[in-house]
């Protein structure tokens, strides 16, 4: 999607809510494929996806900035189109093996258990991570949790 269209989506995002700041939050999508993105997002929009687990390793190796509380954010889905706000609650990192069952039901994905938690994360960052070490048990995880802003 072009900056423009995002650009848009935040000036009609701000015509309903104008108390969010008028500078534009950072655009992204969840997952590694468009696939995932619309599934993942469909799980925002519905309620039920109210967490999301990134590789601290994946921050480091990219130099991307960790997410923060309070901070806004553009859900993107597979296409690149802005669907969503979403607003960051709480952030904590934690070892992958000492990820709890709350934060795996928060996320929202498959039967919301712990195991299938640990079976999926470990299967993506062991084929998507963006750094060299990949996956580890042990390895630092950043849970994020978030409420839906818009729409609301």
């Known amino acids: 999607m072009s900056d423009e269209v995002i650009a848009e989506y935040w000036r009609t995002v701000r015509t309903t809510l104008p108390h969010l700041p008028e500078t534009r939050p950072e655009a992204w999508g969840f ?5 995932h993105a619309d599934e993942l997002l469909a799980l925002v929009l519905d309620g039920i996806k109210v967490g999301t687990a990134s590789s601290l390793w994946d921050y480091e190796a990219t130099g991307d900035p960790l997410p923060a509380v309070g901070e806004l954010s553009i859900i993107l889905d597979g296409t690149g189109a802005p669907r ?10 934690t070892p992958f093996d000492e990820v709890d069952e709350a934060h795996a039901f928060a996320e929202g994905e498959g039967d919301r258990t712990l195991a ?6 470990e299967r993506y960052w062991r084929t ?3 750094n060299p070490r990949g996956y580890e048990p042990d390895m630092p995880v950043v849970c994020e949790r978030f409420r839906l802003v818009f729409p609301a």
């Open 128 to 130: 998507h991570s963006e």
């Open 31 to 35: 997952g590694a494929t468009s696939e």
């Open 84 to 93: 969503a706000v979403i607003e960051t609650t709480t952030i904590d990192i």
């Open 116 to 121: 299938y938690w640990r079976e999926v994360h």
